[in-house]
């Protein structure tokens, strides 16, 4: 588990979260769940999560998220979506980390956060984005990449060590290593549903 953590503190690392910066994830698949994890051990004050996905959303809430906001794929839907994003959060974005990685994801990303804010781009649903740069840079919103993690372990392994974060709940299936429970296993994690992260026991 500490190599989907370690996107998460990578993450957290590039857009500098910490003590004072109210943070606002894009999905609450595994990835986003943790980077929250990983946003409240670098001192977050406030995260909120957003998704398609009324599961995702409950299982994020009862982690830690300080609230939900349950959005559509609809590109027509950002505007009012930023409103219900801004109004959950209850202060300014400071950091924004998109965890999905589509062209809605990103552009209601650059919209919540606040002008001098930072939005930090993990996930990769698309390969061509289109998001409304000219507004954002008026704003002087940052914007930052993530390609997986960098000098991660050694802090991953501590958050885990001391139980500052706590992983567990997120392996929600368990199989063993034959073959036939090794396709189910492959069969449960492709249809999503309540799987977060399936183990196998070696």
């Known amino acids: 588990m500490c190599e989907p953590l370690s996107v998460g503190v990578h ?7 910490g003590p004072e910066t109210n943070v606002l994830i894009m999905g609450a698949g595994p990835i986003g769940l943790v980077t929250m994890f990983a946003a409240r051990a670098f001192g977050a004050p406030r995260i909120v999560l957003t998704d398609v996905n009324d599961h995702r959303l409950s299982v994020a809430k009862s982690l830690g998220a300080d609230d939900i906001v349950k959005v559509s794929t609809n590109m027509e839907d950002v505007d009012e979506e930023v409103i219900q994003i801004q109004k959950a959060m209850g202060a300014d974005i400071d950091v924004t980390i998109d965890c999905a990685g589509f062209s809605k ?3 209601t990303a650059l919209d919540a956060t606040r ?3 930072r939005v930090c781009l993990v996930g990769m649903g698309h390969h061509d984005l289109t998001v409304p740069l000219t507004p954002a840079a008026a704003r002087e919103v940052d914007i930052l990449g ?3 993690y960098k000098d991660t372990w050694p802090s991953c392994i501590e958050f885990l060590r001391t139980g500052k974060i706590d992983v567990k709940p997120l392996i929600t299936h368990r199989f063993g290593f034959s073959q036939e429970e090794v396709e189910e296993a492959f069969e449960v994690s492709a249809r999503g549903r309540d799987a977060i ?3 196998f026991n070696l």
Do not use: D, L
């Not at 993450?11 to 979260?17: D, I, L």
């Open 197 to 199: 992260k399936v183990m």
């Open 11 to 17: 993450a957290c690392r590039r857009a500098g979260v």
């Open 146 to 148: 993530v390609f997986r």
């Open 115 to 117: 002008a001098g804010g």
């Open 105 to 107: 994801t990103m552009s």
